[in-house]
Nanobody, 123 residues
Framework: VQLVESGGGLVLPGGSLKLVCAAS????????VAWFRQTPGKEREFVAATRATGTTHYADAVKGRFTISRDNAKNTVYLQMNGLKSEDTATYYC??????????????????WGQGTQVTVSA
């Protein structure tokens, strides 16, 4: 399966963006999908995940501001980002896999990655 992210861009602090992760050549059904982000010189950081069961998990830094959702019929996962802050600036990646609950935040446990989409929060 190939993953393609879209929806990134430049936004003012306090603004919103909705990222989209679309799968082609495969399906998300039965798999977990996660969003990670990365800035230059830093490790890839967990943002949010939706497991095959539909449960959702968030990093503390985004809890209450970001919402992950999935549409299995469209093979698409979304990340609604509200109340954006300058520290949210990063390249955002989606990933698919089946890590166990305790390993959700480990990027090495995810099998397939998209190419990333840039999010810049700046005045």
């Amino acid at each position: 399966v190939q993953l393609v992210e879209s929806g990134g861009g430049l936004v003012l602090p306090g603004g919103s963006l909705k990222l989209v992760c679309a799968a082609s050549g495969g399906t998300f059904r039965g798999y977990g999908v996660a969003w990670f982000r990365q800035t230059p010189g830093k490790e890839r950081e967990f943002v949010a995940a939706t497991r095959a069961t539909g449960t959702t998990h968030y990093a503390d830094a985004v809890k209450g501001r970001f919402t992950i959702s999935r549409d299995n019929a469209k093979n698409t996962v979304y990340l609604q980002m509200n109340g954006l802050k300058s520290e949210d600036t990063a390249t955002y990646y989606c990933a698919v896999g089946q890590p166990i609950l305790s390993a959700l935040r480990d990027p090495h446990m995810w099998r397939q990655w998209g190419q990333g989409t840039q999010v810049t929060v700046s005045a």
